[in-house]
């Protein structure tokens, strides 16, 4: 009788040893998958500062030529909440898009400044969409009006497609910044954003 009862305790334990090292894995199955879906869906970004052509202009305070916008953007691309704006001229890609964002309630507007607005460029940084995979690079800096300071984003850059797809590095062309006295004619190399 008491064999039996030896025998049903370690029958016992035994199950109960099964069932805790598959729930451990269940668990850590689990935890594993919830890794993996976040790191390929989150918004990954590298530091491109060093790169040109922002590495020309990095650590300098510049002058802009034209009329700009300041707007702050309902969905953000840009995951560094200390520049909470972005920036937008007339010579910029999106400018034609402007109103119709602003209807749209995808864009707030912040302020309209004059030509003349001096911008600080601090760092330059890729963004790659973990859904999409389209890259983004954004120059950051800080906007000085009035005696107030503006830290702001601004989008620049725009990959090539067909050379990308021809896997030609130098697919990156840049339309000319507010900052620049004419358009840089060049194709520039850049790296994709890294997951970390």
């Known amino acids: 009788m008491e064999k039996e009862k030896d025998d049903q305790q370690k029958s016992e334990m035994k199950t109960k040893k099964i069932i805790g ?9 689990l935890v594993l ?17 060093k790169y040109a052509p922002y590495n020309n202009w990095i650590g300098k305070t510049v002058t802009l030529d034209k009329q700009t ?12 909440k200390s520049y909470p704006y972005l920036l937008l001229d007339s010579l910029h890609p ?3 898009y402007l109103e119709e964002r602003e209807k749209n309630g ?51 850059g725009q990959r090539q497609i067909a050379r990308y797809m021809d896997k ?9 910044a507010p900052w620049q006295t004419r358009p840089d004619t060049v194709f520039y190399a850049l790296p994709d954003a890294q997951w970390w």
């Open 21 to 29: 090292l598959v729930m451990l894995i269940v668990i850590g199955g």
């Open 168 to 176: 030609i590095k130098e697919c990156w062309h840049f339309h000319r």
């Open 69 to 80: 916008v300041l707007v702050m953007e309902k969905a953000r691309l840009n995951g560094d």
């Open 106 to 156: 995808d864009y707030t507007k912040v302020v309209v400044f004059p030509a003349g607005l001096k911008l600080h460029i601090k760092k330059a940084i890729q963004f790659t969409g973990g859904v999409s995979g389209n890259s983004t690079p954004m120059i950051f800096g800080t906007l000085f009006h009035n005696g107030k300071e503006y830290k702001t984003g601004y989008q620049w």
């Open 33 to 49: 998958l919830t890794f993996v879906l976040y790191s390929t869906i989150k918004t990954k970004s590298t530091d491109i500062s």
């Open 94 to 96: 999106d400018w034609q």
